[in-house]
């Protein structure tokens, strides 16, 4: 079980369980978000983490505005 990180202007601290966000098929990565559409494919897992904290970057800055 991990903590799970608000979104912008939620207050509430929750814990939540999920499987891994990031994965590999056939030697590709991708991840998944919550929409329900996987990202990818990435040629490393590390290229994969990199671009799930650049999305989730981008999401919060767009929420904040």
């Given at each position: 079980?991990?903590?799970?990180?608000?979104?912008?202007?939620?207050?509430?601290?929750l814990?939540?369980?999920?499987?891994?966000?990031?994965?590999?098929?056939?030697?590709?990565?991708?991840?998944?978000?919550?929409?329900?559409?996987?990202?990818?494919?990435?040629?490393?897992e590390?290229?994969?983490?990199?671009?799930?904290?650049?999305?989730?970057?981008?999401?919060?800055?767009?929420?904040?505005?």
């Amino acid at each position: 079980m991990s903590l799970y990180l608000n979104r912008y202007g939620e207050t509430s601290h929750l814990l939540h369980s999920r499987g891994e966000r990031v994965y590999s098929i056939d030697a590709e990565w991708y991840f998944s978000i919550r929409r329900g559409y996987d990202l990818g494919p990435y040629e490393t897992e590390n290229e994969a983490r990199q671009a799930l904290i650049s999305f989730v970057q981008e999401q919060l800055d767009f929420e904040k505005d």
